[in-house]
C-alpha cells in the first residue's frame, strides 16, 4: 500500500467512526482559533481524545464528517514516510472530495513529529491552505525555539497529563461536590485509590487489576522502544530501562548520575556517564519523567546541584518496580508534584528546598517566590510534625514567600507563626480546590 492509499484508508475510517462520544476533560482546545493548535504530552495521557472532543464540537456547530482529515503516524505503515511525502496528504483529500474547498477542512496530524520535516509542511499547509490544524505529540521537540521559529508564533499551545483527582473522579462517577459524610469517606478512599493506581484513562477504566498492570506495562514498553530506542537511535534497551528505574525508584530523592555509573561500572557495564545524562534527558523530553532543580539564590549552585526525578504516572511507576516500604510517602508527594505541574501558571517553575532543612516544592518566578509546599503522608507523630513545620519554616524565612501549604493525607488545621500562616490541609480537598 502506498502512503497516499495509507492516508486515504485513514481519513475514511476517522471519519466512519465520527461522532465518538468521550468523557470530557479539563482542558478544552479551541475550535476555530484560525491559529495551529498544539497538544503535547506523554503517550497515551489523552491527548488524541482531546482532539476527538474537539471533533465532536465541530461536529455538533456544523462542521460535515467529510470535512474532517485526521491522521495518527504512530503507525507502522508511516515509518518509512519521508519529508517529500506530506504533499500526498494533500493530494489524497482532494482525491477524495474534489467539491470541498481545502481552506474548509479540518486538520488533525496524531503524533507527527515521528515524520522529519513536519513543521516546515504544517507551516505550509497553514500560511496556503487550510487555518484549522491540529497537531499533538509526545514529545519535547515540539516545545523547542526551533518550532516556534519556523512556524512564526503561529502555535497555541496545550499541555495535557494523565488525570487529575478531579477527572478520576468524574471517570469513576464519584460525586466531588457533595458534603454528605457518607460521599466524603467515598472521596477520601478514592483519593488514596488515586495516589497508588495513577490517571492513565484507559487503565483508570479497566476494572481488572491484571490488565492494569498490562496496560502500563504496555506503555512502558511503548516508551523505551519506539519513543527513545526508535526515535533517538538509543543502543542497548536494557542500560535504558536500567537508568530509568533508577531514576524512578529514588524519585522525590535528589538524584546522582554520577552514583548510577558507578554502580553500573560496578557491575562490569560498559557505560560512560554522558551516555547516563543523555537517557535522563531524553525521558524527560518524552515526558515520562521530570527534572525538578534545587532552589539556590546563586544561578551558579542552583543549576550545578543535584536534581530530583519525578514520573509522570504513579501507577506506571508501580507497574515495572518491585513494591517499596517508603511508597506511601513517594507516591504521594509525586502525585503533588503532578498536580502543581498540570496547574502551574506560564512563567513559573517548580523547584525543591534543601538547606539545614527541607521543603519539598517552591513555586517561583524569576524575580519572586510565589508559593511553598510542604508534602507530609502522616503528620500525627510529634517530631514528624516539627520536622515538616521548621523545614516550610526555614525556606520562608530565606525565599521571604508568606504562602505556606503543608498537604498531608487527613490533617487540617492553621498554625500561626511568626512568618505567616501555615495551612495544613488534607490533600483531596487540596486536590479539588475546596
Partial sequence: MTIKETIKSLIALKQEEIPVSYNPREVEL???????ITTIGVRRCGKSTLMELCIERLLKSGVSPRQIAWMGFDDERFDQMQTSDFNSILEAYMEMFPDIPIKDVYFFFDEIQRIEGWELFVMRLSKHYSKHIFISGSNADMLSEELNTALRGWPLEYKEYPLSFKEYCQFKGIPTDSHLEKELALLRSSFDAFVHEGGYPEVVLEPSRVMKDKLLQGYFNAMIFRDLIDRYKLSNPERVKYVIKRLMAGMTKPASINAIYNDMRSQGRKVTKDDLYDIADKTCSIFLLYKVTKFDLSFKKETSALPKYYCVDNGLRQSVLLPGKDDDGILFENAVFLHLLRNLPDGQKICYYLGDKECDFVIQTETAVNQLIQVCWDMKDKDTRERELNGIREAAALTG??????????????????????????????????
Avoid: M, Y
Fill in 401 to 434: 514567600c508568606r504562602d505556606l501549604t503543608i498537604v498531608t493525607r487527613d490533617s487540617e488545621e492553621d498554625v500561626q507563626d511568626a512568618l505567616g500562616i501555615i495551612h495544613i490541609v488534607p490533600a483531596w480537598k487540596w486536590f479539588l480546590g475546596r
Fill in 30 to 36: 479551541p475550535i476555530d482559533s484560525k491559529k495551529i
